[in-house]
């Protein structure tokens, strides 16, 4: 049987609400990861189970310190000979970006799998205790390793680098709009697909102690107001993601403040706020960074790591690149 850590934090998977019909009104991260196991029939058969509580949070609450004192602990937990693998529960709100972080800074082969639940546990049809399972089962498989930091939710698998929440209640949130699954869980068994070629884990210059720089992001509305860039940056931000229009597009004004901030030093990463998609660098960003498909939350994670590690502009668009 292979060995497998449970880490807890808290999010609906562990959320209790007042009745079994509410799936809206509910406060997470009530339950301990003792009740949720005990609420999930065969889940010793499936591994060798441990478990801890790192935290009992909502992920809305889920800072920067947290992913790293999180990365800290996994990393200790995998160096462990004794351990084969790592399941994290965890609030769907920021869960990809928790599992992005954990992507790009641990360094391990190991399988490390996140869930969570839409329904808290107290719901009738509540879905935390079938996703706890199935990410059991994923990461006690072998398929798994090597992949970097998987999602397990709603019978599906997905990848970190490319998982989003699309749904604000329903149980089927999470999809990767530009890729699909890696794979699908049903009755105990794994499908897999193809997995991601970009760097993550072993493969990336990142780790849990690499320092995370302010990174702010700014998303374009119709008449957005050119001050509030300068304002990001009188704040302190040594970046800035523009979440733009369309192919990461901006109006005149913001285009020339960008290029701007840009020639005097700050690190403007281009991404869009359209949630599908690839982006195609255009000459009107002279200075700026582009991805090509990274959400605007995931290419700020990408671009605190960057500037925490000192790297240069050439550097970090080659880390954009590749990652
Ligand atoms: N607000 C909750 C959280 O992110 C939502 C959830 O877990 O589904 O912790």
């Known amino acids: 049987m292979q060995r497998i850590c449970i880490v807890a934090t808290g999010g609906t998977i562990a959320g209790k609400g007042a009745a079994p019909r509410q799936t809206a009104s509910y406060r997470a991260g009530a339950l301990g990861i003792t009740e949720l196991c005990a609420a999930v029939p065969g889940l010793e058969a499936e591994a060798d189970i441990t478990v801890e509580q790192f935290a009992s949070i909502d992920s809305k609450d889920a800072d920067p310190d947290f992913w790293q004192a999180l990365a800290v602990r996994l990393q200790a937990v995998l160096d462990d000979s004794d351990i084969d693998g790592v399941v994290i529960t965890h ?6 970006e928790t599992a ?18 839409m329904r808290p546990a107290t719901a009738l049809s509540a879905d935390g205790p079938i996703n706890l399972l199935n990410a059991v089962t994923v990461a006690a498989h072998p398929g798994a390793r090597g992949r970097g930091v998987l999602v397990a939710m709603n019978h599906a698998v997905f990848g970190a680098r490319e998982v989003a929440k699309l749904d604000t209640l329903r149980p089927d949130a999470f999809g990767a709009p530009n890729t699909g ?3 699908l ?14 760097a993550h884990t072993m493969d990336t210059r990142f780790s849990p102690a690499t320092p995370l720089a302010r990174v702010d992001i700014l998303a374009a509305y119709a008449g957005f107001p ?3 860039i300068q304002a990001a940056r009188a704040a302190g931000a040594r970046g800035l993601v523009w979440a733009g229009t369309g192919n990461s597009t901006a109006s005149q004004a913001v285009e020339a403040e960008l290029a701007s901030v840009a020639a005097a030093g700050l690190a403007v990463v ?4 359209v949630n599908c998609g690839m982006l195609v660098p255009t000459e009107s960003a002279p200075g700026q960074i582009w991805t090509d498909s990274l959400s605007p ?27």
Not at 91 to 96: C, F, M, P, R, S
Not at 185 to 198: E, P
């Open 91 to 96: 609030g769907t709100d920021t869960l990809e």
């Open 181 to 183: 699954p890696q794979g």
């Open 185 to 198: 869980v049903h009755d105990g068994r794994i499908t897999w697909l193809a997995a991601s070629d970009r």
């Open 100 to 117: 992005y972080y954990l992507h790009l800074t641990l360094k391990t082969a190991k399988p490390v799998v996140l869930t969570g639940a």
């Open 270 to 273: 281009r991404a869009s706020r």
């Open 226 to 228: 050119i001050d509030a």
């Open 297 to 323: 939350w995931k290419a700020r994670i990408l671009l605190m790591l960057s500037i925490g590690s000192r790297l240069s502009r050439p550097e970090i668009q080659s880390v954009f690149a590749s990652y």
